[in-house]
């Protein structure tokens, strides 16, 4: 059970120090009790403080890292059934199967896709994120030749390797175990000497069942072994059974604390269909509820870049507005005769309004207003975006400094408010800009300072 912030304040040395950067030992313990800060980050507290603290706190679906250093690949420490409930922690991941039967062309495109399909979205890069190597001969050579291509073509990859030989597995990670891979799979058959052969290579290790019962028996087991990091493939390969089971295993390790499946899970669209949208269409699903990682049969960009969005939008925090800073930004090389443009530091409305900016090559100060993240409606009707507030901006600015003229473009939705602004920057003249970004482009190549 979960430590209330009282009970966490009672191990901590209570020198209220503030070299954790919260002033107070009860301030930190509230933050740590509330999953805000780690109890790592106070100075002071001793291993087995940690250990406890630690324990009692950990989300019911235990944090998992594929890889190693920065590029390592987080999945779960998720601690709820629905986002608005509090947030969901570490997006599900993507990857791409290649296994040791496909031909070297097929290999060599999924590679170069999963290094070239990249794509940013307001100011996020979306990408993929694994690749499942497969021993689909099971053959330790063709394997390891297999794993050593990955790892020199695609280097940046996180890797599954996957094979129902441990002595195949040994030897691929005899030449990847630096990468700290995901090995897959344990079953009731060689679960003892996979588990054996994860913790040897400090590698994160996968269960998988011919059902949940099965699953279910295998992880504890592996935990009593003394593996506390494992992932889980229920064994369903159906869209509606791998449904089911994501959904049972959520419910069960968040409204039950039942540790056997309190892990993130895997699911395979790939071996779901023989249609690579139909693996879009189911893996849309599952990301929904609730797969921590979905494997593809092929990455192609009008099936990854819908996937990215939705799982964007679903890992977004709910509860904090997705913002960029409230600053003046210079596009397309502005001088002194430069329209001024200002909007909201909404992330969404920045990151339209200056790419149709730079799209029309017109040099341009856009001034961003600090709206708390509300777009431009919002933030005016909740008084965060008025005359007054823009004015204070204005002059606060610098960009009086940077521009001759003395006129400012605001957006369309804005124009009630000309004449207070007018008001209260009376050197300014105020010129109502398109409501909609797309007219932006020429609604630049016609501006001239006004007279």
């Known amino acids: 059970m979960a430590l209330t912030g009282i009970q966490i304040l009672k191990m901590l040395p209570k020198k209220n120090c503030g070299e954790c950067k919260i002033p107070t030992c009860l301030a930190f313990a509230m933050k740590v009790a509330a999953g805000q800060m780690e109890i790592g980050d106070c100075p002071y507290v001793d291993d087995e403080v940690k250990a406890t603290i630690g324990e009692a706190s950990a989300p019911p679906i235990r944090t998992i890292k594929i890889g190693a250093g920065d590029a390592a690949f987080a999945v779960g420490g998720e601690t709820c059934l629905s986002r ?51 021993d689909a001969k099971n053959d330790a050579a063709s394997f390891v030749e297999l794993v050593r291509k990955v790892m020199a073509e695609a280097s940046a990859a996180n890797l599954i390797l996957m094979s129902e030989s441990v002595a195949n597995m040994k030897a691929a990670l005899e030449v990847c175990k630096d990468k700290q891979p995901l090995i897959y799979a344990a079953t009731s058959d060689n679960a003892q000497d996979m588990a054996e052969l994860a913790k040897g290579a400090g590698c994160v290790l996968a269960v998988k069942g011919q059902n949940l019962d099965d699953v279910v028996g295998i992880s504890e087991n592996l935990q009593n072994n003394g593996l506390k990091d494992l992932v889980i493939d229920t064994g369903a390969r159906t869209m509606k059974a791998a449904l089911e089971d994501n959904i049972v295993c959520r419910r069960a390790a968040i409204n039950k604390k039942f540790k056997p499946l309190g892990f993130p899970t895997i699911a395979f669209p790939c071996e779901m269909t023989d249609d690579l949208m139909l693996e879009a269409m189911i893996s849309s699903i599952l990301i929904a509820k609730y797969a921590g990682i979905v494997i593809l049969s092929d990455l192609q960009g009008d099936v990854l870049f819908p996937l990215f969005l939705e799982r964007l939008n679903i890992f977004t925090d709910p509860q904090r507005p997705m913002v960029v800073e409230e600053e003046v930004y210079p596009l397309n090389g502005p001088d002194e005769n430069s329209p001024v443009v200002i909007t909201c530091n909404f992330s969404l409305t920045y990151f339209i309004v200056s790419g149709e900016i730079e799209g029309s090559k017109v040099p341009t100060w856009l001034l961003i207003k600090d709206t708390e993240g509300l777009s431009v409606l919002t933030a005016w009707a909740a008084g965060k975006f008025g005359a007054d507030l ?4 204005i002059k606060k600015s610098g960009i009086e400094d940077k521009v001759k003229h003395r006129e400012l473009l605001i957006p369309g939705y804005l124009a009630t408010i000309k004449g207070e602004l007018e008001e209260e920057l009376p050197d300014w003249a105020i010129t109502i800009g398109p409501r909609e970004a797309g007219h932006i482009p020429a609604f630049l190549k016609e501006w001239k300072p006004a007279a």
């Open 84 to 134: 608005h409930e509090k947030r969901f922690e570490h997006q599900t991941g993507i990857g791409v199967l290649i296994h040791t039967e496909m031909a070297d062309d097929a290999v060599d495109s999924r590679l170069q896709n999963f290094n070239k399909l990249e794509y940013e979205r307001v100011g996020v890069i979306m990408k993929p994120d694994l690749i499942a190597v497969k």
């Open 390 to 393: 823009i004015a204070q901006f």
